[in-house]
């Protein structure tokens, strides 16, 4: 049965909607809000929500103690690294795992998520370790690989059902259609996948950018990426919440704005499949 | 040319005997259709035939040639999907023209051939936009353009007809088969409708579990059919089957009766007794499913109407001259 529309049940759930949606972006408002504050009024109870003195001076300081640029640099190239290897990684390895299964694909499949579900501190030791006697602390490249090979499970699973969604009759019928393999590929597979690469591309992306665990514990000052940045202001002086607000804004502003203009390539990637 | 010949084709996959054996020869220009219940087997042949699946043992030779070792593009055929599979990110044109385009055609010829067939096909308004802004017959149509704009050997038609309605369906059988007739070309049809096989092949494959039961034209699949499967499989409603007695006086195991071979008579004549259960009125046709005892249930069909109903005694009398034999293991009996 239809469910009846009413305007009430409109109003209803628009009304929550907005509610909830207001209730998830909060703490992202609050920080926004906090970073125009003084160092006084940010932690002042109770809190003034916007009518407070506004200022810039948290953004002159950070500007001032630590240097942005190297920081947002470091985060594109660890983020942007890693993510363009995954991929490259992953598509060849989801292509063959859904286009020619063998007994064992699932299980392959299952492995490589479990490594996921291992807490990262529980190979912390021996990673750093490996990455001292490597020489490796502190630089992007130990950096870039450390971040692919977390994130290449994800990028694997995505792909692997971004192909499977790809009807096996139609690369048959290019197949018939007289196309090798590579031009299968390039006329055929590539253009129909482009979707769902688009939407594993930004939501690795994310996810690199936004990784904190690996990029904490295994960079200090030379590679370190926006989230060393940020936990730079909340240090042994003690907590600066508006310095730390304005901090987090700077570092989260450029994945925003991804975010934002990508919204909806990454809400079909996600629920790509779903609904048929 | 297009000629097509199986030898001993045989297809496992791991311990499953998909095909057990199958040796066909497929004249050239002629159109064939493979018939079966699901599971028989018959879209493996096809997919054997035009290089997606290896098989296991035998050969297939197409123009004398064998070929199976020779991958798909290169054999030569085009196939029609039940899917339609076409290429969603390509414009018709795009779609027809892709396997010219694979095969290294100048842009303006690539249009030509392409427009013609569009032209055949009745697309040609439609070329420029995308499969998912057709219909589905539009759609049907499309790939059956891919497949004749290549001027293959032979066309393979998987099941092409079974997603559309039944209008339609009807409307695009003759379509397939005036465009078949017309460019001359082998076609490999593969159906579980017996009504497509009957009215589209020059002759017809049955197959039944991975086995040809019997390769002849319709006409001789339903006046002779060669055991019981293809008795019971070939004609609408079923041949009726009746053993024991009747059969024994006719020196057969079984003997089957076409539901339009029994004269229908009021109750006393001659033939078998029965009380009609169910009597389906069609206007053109009348069926009858008649309870006769211990002979089970029968049909007989009248052709026009007959005004008898449920509860109505009648017998039925077999037309002697259309009674098929069969023996123990169900082969047919000639005379």
Same mark, same amino acid.
């Not at chain 2, 499967?229 to 024991?244: H, L, Y």
């Not at chain 2, 006719?250 to 033939?271: M, Q, S």
């Given at each position: 049965?239809?469910? *009846?529309?009413?305007?009430?049940?409109?109003?209803?759930?628009?009304?929550?909607?907005?509610?909830?949606?207001?209730?998830?972006?909060?703490?992202?408002?609050?920080?926004?809000?906090?970073?125009?504050?003084?160092?006084?009024?940010?932690?002042?109870?109770?809190?003034?929500?916007?009518?407070?003195?506004?200022?810039?001076?948290?953004?002159?300081?950070?500007?001032?103690?630590?240097?942005?640029?190297?920081?947002?640099?470091?985060?594109?190239?660890?983020?942007?690294?890693?993510?363009?290897?995954? #991929?490259?990684?992953?598509?060849?390895?989801?292509?063959?795992?859904?286009?020619?299964?063998?007994?064992?694909? *699932?299980?392959?499949?299952?492995?490589?998520?479990?490594? *996921?579900?291992?807490?990262?501190?529980?190979?912390?030791?021996?990673?750093?370790?490996?990455?001292?006697?490597?020489?490796?602390?502190?630089?992007?490249?130990?950096?870039?690989?450390?971040?692919?090979?977390?994130?290449?499970?994800?990028?694997?699973?995505? #792909?692997?059902?971004?192909?499977?969604?790809?009807?096996?009759?139609?690369?048959?019928?290019?197949?018939?259609?007289?196309?090798?393999?590579?031009?299968?590929?390039?006329?055929?597979?590539?253009?129909?996948?482009?979707?769902?690469?688009?939407?594993?591309?930004?939501?690795?992306?994310?996810?690199?950018?936004?990784?904190?665990?690996?990029?904490?514990?295994?960079?200090?000052?030379?590679?370190?990426?926006?989230?060393?940045?940020?936990?730079?202001?909340?240090?042994?002086?003690?907590?600066?919440?508006? *310095? #730390?607000?304005?901090?987090?804004? #700077?570092?989260?502003?450029?994945?925003?704005?991804?975010?934002?203009?990508?919204?909806?390539?990454?809400?079909?990637?996600?629920?790509?499949?779903?609904?048929? | 040319?297009?000629?097509?010949? &199986?030898?001993?084709?045989?297809?496992?996959?791991?311990?499953?005997?998909?095909?057990?054996?199958?040796?066909?020869?497929?004249?050239?220009? %002629?159109?064939?259709?493979?018939?079966?219940? %699901?599971?028989?087997?018959?879209?493996?042949?096809?997919?054997?035939?035009?290089?997606?699946?290896?098989?296991? @043992?035998?050969?297939?030779?197409?123009?004398?040639?064998?070929?199976?070792?020779?991958?798909?593009?290169?054999? @030569?055929?085009?196939?029609?999907?039940?899917?339609?599979?076409?290429?969603?990110?390509?414009?018709?044109?795009?779609?027809?023209?892709? @396997?010219?385009?694979?095969?290294?055609?100048?842009?303006?010829?690539?249009?030509?051939?392409?427009?013609?067939?569009?032209?055949?096909?009745?697309?040609?308004?439609?070329?420029?936009?995308?499969?998912?802004?057709?219909?589905?017959?539009?759609?049907?149509?499309?790939?059956?353009?891919?497949?004749?704009?290549?001027?293959?050997?032979?066309?393979?038609?998987?099941?092409?007809?079974?997603?559309?309605?039944?209008? &339609?369906?009807?409307?695009?059988?003759?379509?397939?088969?005036?465009?078949?007739?017309?460019?001359?070309?082998?076609?490999?049809?593969?159906?579980?409708?017996?009504?497509?096989?009957?009215?589209?092949?020059?002759?017809?494959?049955? &197959?039944?579990?991975?086995?040809?039961?019997?390769?002849?034209?319709?006409?001789?699949?339903?006046?002779?059919?060669?055991?019981?499967?293809?008795?019971?499989?070939?004609?609408?409603?079923?041949?009726?089957?009746?053993?024991?007695?009747?059969?024994?006086?006719?020196?057969?195991?079984?003997?089957?009766?076409?539901?339009?071979?029994?004269?229908?008579?009021?109750?006393? @004549?001659?033939?078998?007794?029965?009380?009609?259960?169910?009597?389906?009125?069609?206007?053109?046709?009348?069926?009858?499913?008649?309870?006769?005892?211990?002979?089970?249930?029968?049909?007989?069909?009248?052709?026009?109407?007959? %005004?008898?109903?449920?509860?109505?005694?009648?017998?039925?009398?077999?037309?002697?001259?259309?009674?098929?034999?069969?023996?123990?293991?169900?082969?047919?009996?000639?005379?």
């Amino acid at each position: 049965m239809a469910r *009846k529309s009413t305007t009430r049940r409109v109003v209803v759930s628009t009304i929550g909607a907005w509610f909830f949606g207001f209730l998830i972006f909060f703490p992202i408002l609050w920080m926004v809000l906090a970073s125009f504050k003084t160092e006084l009024e940010a932690f002042a109870i109770p809190p003034s929500f916007l009518f407070f003195h506004w200022t810039t001076e948290n953004y002159a300081t950070v500007q001032e103690r630590s240097d942005y640029v190297l920081h947002a640099m470091n985060s594109i190239i660890i983020a942007g690294g890693s993510t363009l290897i995954a #991929l490259l990684i992953a598509i060849p390895a989801a292509w063959s795992m859904a286009f020619s299964p063998t007994k064992r694909t *699932k299980d392959i499949l299952l492995w490589m998520l479990s490594t *996921k579900m291992m807490p990262p501190v529980g190979v912390l030791v021996p990673i750093y370790l490996i990455y001292k006697s490597f020489g490796l602390l502190d630089s992007r490249i130990g950096l870039v690989f450390i971040l692919c090979l977390g994130n290449l499970p994800i990028v694997i699973w995505m #792909l692997f059902t971004y192909f499977k969604e790809i009807p096996r009759d139609i690369l048959e019928a290019a197949r018939m259609d007289g196309a090798t393999i590579g031009r299968e590929l390039v006329y055929v597979l590539t253009p129909m996948a482009i979707p769902g690469l688009a939407s594993t591309l930004l939501l690795n992306l994310i996810l690199a950018w936004n990784e904190a665990f690996w990029t904490l514990n295994l960079s200090t000052s030379n590679a370190a990426p926006l989230t060393t940045f940020i936990a730079s202001y909340s240090s042994p002086e003690g907590l600066f919440w508006a *310095k #730390l607000s304005a901090a987090s804004t #700077l570092a989260i502003a450029p994945i925003l704005v991804l975010g934002w203009f990508s919204q909806k390539q990454l809400v079909r990637g996600l629920t790509f499949g779903a609904v048929k | 040319m297009g000629q097509i010949t &199986l030898q001993g084709v045989q297809k496992s996959f791991g311990p499953v005997h998909i095909i057990k054996g199958a040796d066909l020869d497929i004249a050239d220009g %002629s159109f064939v259709v493979f018939v079966g219940p %699901s599971g028989c087997g018959k879209t493996t042949l096809l997919r054997l035939i035009a290089g997606l699946e290896d098989v296991t @043992g035998g050969a297939i030779l197409i123009d004398g040639k064998n070929v199976v070792d020779t991958p798909p593009a290169k054999r @030569g055929l085009s196939m029609v999907f039940q899917s339609y599979a076409l290429y969603p990110h390509m414009s018709v044109r795009g779609n027809i023209g892709f @396997g010219l385009k694979m095969a290294g055609l100048a842009k303006d010829e690539i249009n030509r051939k392409v427009e013609a067939a569009a032209a055949t096909l009745n697309l040609t308004p439609y070329l420029e936009r995308k499969p998912r802004e057709l219909s589905g017959g539009q759609r049907q149509r499309v790939a059956i353009g891919r497949a004749i704009v290549r001027e293959p050997k032979a066309f393979l038609f998987d099941e092409p007809l079974s997603n559309l309605d039944a209008a &339609l369906r009807v409307q695009m059988r003759i379509e397939v088969t005036r465009l078949q007739k017309q460019l001359g070309t082998t076609a490999i049809y593969v159906t579980h409708d017996q009504v497509e096989a009957m009215t589209m092949a020059d002759k017809i494959v049955v &197959l039944n579990g991975g086995k040809i039961e019997q390769y002849g034209s319709p006409l001789q699949l339903y006046e002779r059919p060669a055991n019981l499967f293809v008795a019971g499989f070939i004609g609408s409603p079923k041949m009726n089957f009746v053993t024991g007695e009747s059969a024994a006086q006719k020196g057969a195991a079984t003997i089957g009766v076409r539901p339009e071979h029994l004269k229908i008579e009021r109750d006393g @004549g001659g033939g078998w007794q029965g009380t009609i259960a169910v009597a389906e009125h069609l206007g053109s046709d009348t069926f009858l499913y008649v309870d006769a005892g211990p002979l089970g249930m029968l049909t007989a069909r009248y052709i026009g109407e007959l %005004s008898l109903h449920a509860g109505d005694r009648v017998s039925l009398v077999p037309d002697p001259a259309r009674i098929h034999r069969f023996d123990q293991s169900g082969n047919a009996l000639r005379n």
